[in-house]
């Protein structure tokens, strides 16, 4: 019985120590989800199990809108210039971490939207949680409309109160419009 608890023991640190040097994700898997694209600076298209894209949209936050046509591109107005300037900037730091998270987040889905997205709560491999991020260094804003479907939602409004309070990102504007009222405003212009 000796020995064969030797030889056990001997096979498993055998198995530990190749994991170690040819690394674990080989056969484990990677964790979390693969990001396939970050569409802005609130929204990522993910890869499920399947190999199937879908759309998350950000749970708690709304970031900065981007330039999606020629049109928005081109506009000269200061309003649009202004939003796509701060939506490029938000867009751009959320790459930022995607990218250091491996390409991969971890979903916490509260719910879907209108548009069939996924609503969710943003975490990278290491526990950064993606929401905070953006809002600590004001590129984007709480969306308050929704906070109570956000788990995380006293997280998120420490993190607004804290850039605010410092003045970082479109605090630090004072011709920043929010993006709910620039969709808004945009809309009506457009009918």
Excluded at 47 to 68: L, M, Q, S, W, Y
Excluded at 186 to 191: A, G, H, R
């Amino acid at each position: 019985m000796e020995k064969l608890t030797k030889s056990v023991r001997f096979w498993l640190c055998a198995t530990i120590i190749i994991l170690n040097l040819i690394g674990c994700d080989r056969f484990i898997g990677n964790s979390g989800e693969p990001v396939e694209r970050v569409s802005d600076g609130d929204t990522i298209v993910v890869k499920d199990t399947d190999g199937k894209n879908f759309t998350v949209r950000f749970a708690c936050v709304d970031a900065p809108e981007i330039a999606h046509t020629n049109k928005e591109k081109q506009s000269k107005r200061i309003s649009d210039r202004n939003q796509f300037t701060w939506g490029v900037k938000a867009q751009e730091r959320l790459q930022q971490l995607v990218q250091q998270g491996g390409d991969r987040v971890t979903l916490n889905i509260t719910d879907s939207d209108r548009y069939g997205r996924k609503i969710a709560e943003v975490r990278l491999k290491n526990g950064t949680f993606v929401q905070q991020v953006l809002l600590q260094e004001g590129l984007a804003k709480v969306y308050r409309p929704y906070l109570n479907k956000c788990p995380s939602k006293d997280l998120v409004q420490q993190a607004e109160t804290e850039a605010k309070a410092q003045g970082l990102g479109v605090w630090s504007d004072t011709k920043f419009v929010n993006p709910w009222e620039y969709r808004s405003l945009y809309k009506k212009q457009k009918l």
